[in-house]
């Protein structure tokens, strides 16, 4: 699922997060619609239970039942934790590793590199040459004010995640509702622009509940109004509401394949004019729109 100058493999309008250590709610996101599956093996899991949550994923990984082990994001433990090291070495080694592990409480280029370091060595070892992608987890201030210089930085990375608990505590917020909505529109539109400048996908944090009910589809509304790719979630019952809202609808996936369409046909014929769709003047600012559309369309381009 490459993109031309998008770092992605895949489409992720729905994000569905599991404990790692609950081997029946990791097979029941296997059993939905999610585009991707992140088992966690950080905030979801107590510290007595780390080792065995990562021997459970490590179990998963292996299991030749397993149809699309790529669907699959292992968030692992943060850098400077006891954990991180050994959770990136015990997937990234494996004939069939994850398609992604996602890097909690990203702060810096450092963070990346370290992981990415880990990676290369895991890899190597292994000998394999499937390289496993990497995922920011921004959630603390100091990863939103250096968000930019994290998005250029690493080989490997395919997307930025925004993480509201973690980001809540680490700024002090304290207004709930609307007015917390309105109040985390700064950190969206930095961690957004800095993904949409280096060619990543951005994708939004979970809503903290569990139900698809109206609440949850407004704040959905709001993430597919600002430009996101996609958002987590933390129940298979909202998983079906996020890839139907998040998707382009059928005029608009038509529009972007007759765009494409008429600026392939005058690059052909060579024409210097300008070309128009329904009285719209196309250029490559809109021909990236375009391409976008399809991507989360999942129409290949």
Request: charged fraction near 25%.
């Amino acid at each position: 699922m490459e993109r031309t100058g998008l770092r992605l493999r895949r489409r992720r309008r729905s994000c569905l997060s599991v404990p790692g250590s609950d081997a029946h709610k990791v097979e029941k996101a296997l059993a939905s619609d999610a585009d991707e599956v992140v088992v966690d093996l950080e905030d979801a899991v107590a510290v007595g239970a780390k080792g065995s949550a990562r021997a459970e994923v490590v179990r998963l990984l292996e299991s030749q039942q397993l149809r699309d082990p790529e669907r699959i994001a292992v968030r692992v433990n943060a850098p400077g934790t006891p954990w991180c090291h050994l959770d990136v070495l015990a997937v990234a080694g494996l004939e069939r590793p994850p398609g992604s592990v996602v890097l909690p409480k990203v702060q810096s280029p450092g963070d990346l590199a370290f992981a990415e370091r880990l990676l290369d060595g895991a890899e190597a070892a292994a000998g394999t040459t499937r390289r496993t992608g990497v995922q920011a987890l921004i959630e603390t201030a100091a990863g939103v004010a250096r968000v930019g210089e994290i998005a250029r930085s690493g080989g490997r990375l395919e997307a930025l995640v925004l993480g509201y608990a973690d980001l809540a505590a680490s700024l002090g917020l304290r207004a709930e509702g609307e007015q917390l909505a309105a109040l985390w529109l700064p950190c969206q539109t930095a961690l957004l622009v800095a993904a949409r400048a280096a060619g990543l996908q951005a994708v939004d944090g979970p809503y903290l509940g569990v139900h698809d009910d109206e609440p949850f589809r407004a704040a959905v509304s709001r993430t597919r109004a600002l430009g996101f790719d996609g958002r987590w979630a933390i129940h298979p019952a909202q998983v079906a509401a996020l890839n139907d809202l998040l998707s382009p609808s059928a005029d608009e996936v038509a529009h972007a394949e007759a765009v494409l369409a008429a600026l392939e046909a005058a690059n052909r014929q060579g024409s210097a004019g300008a070309v128009a769709v329904d009285g719209q003047m196309l250029d490559e600012a809109v021909a990236a729109a375009a391409r976008r559309v399809l991507a989360a369309a999942g129409v290949s381009v």
